[in-house]
């Protein structure tokens, strides 16, 4: 089992920043990737960005060059630097870990943290 928590989200005007953080606990050893991913009302969930156990990192189009993802496997912490956000970047962030546990992969989910962009 992977637990995931995600805190940091709240209200930001436009070209403002953010730094959403996901803590991991549990089965730690057995994660080989992190997302990050998003949620607008009335849409579907859309993935954000990944990054690999050996530290690769790959972006969403829309997000490429504004936003950072990335791990501090010292403190089993995902983070994903926000900056120059946009209205459209509104959304319930979530963060997913890819484990493989007894020979089968799994996705863990961490609850969601509101991120909302406005003047």
């Known amino acids: 089992q992977v637990r995931l928590v995600e805190s940091g989200g709240g209200l930001v005007q436009p070209g403002g920043s953010l730094r959403l953080s996901c803590a991991a606990s549990g089965s730690i050893f057995s994660i080989n990737a992190n997302n990050w991913y998003r949620q607008a009302p009335g849409k579907e969930r859309e993935w954000v960005a990944a990054v690999t156990s050996g530290g690769s990192t790959n972006y969403a189009d829309s997000v490429k060059g504004r936003f950072t993802i990335s791990r501090d496997n010292a403190k089993n912490t995902m983070y994903l630097q926000m900056n120059s956000l946009k209205p459209d970047d509104t959304a319930v962030y979530y963060c997913?870990?890819?484990?493989?546990?007894?020979?089968?992969?799994?996705?863990?989910w961490g609850q969601g943290t509101q991120v909302t962009v406005s003047s």
């Open positions: 997913n870990a890819v484990a493989k546990i007894g020979g089968s992969w799994h996705n863990y």
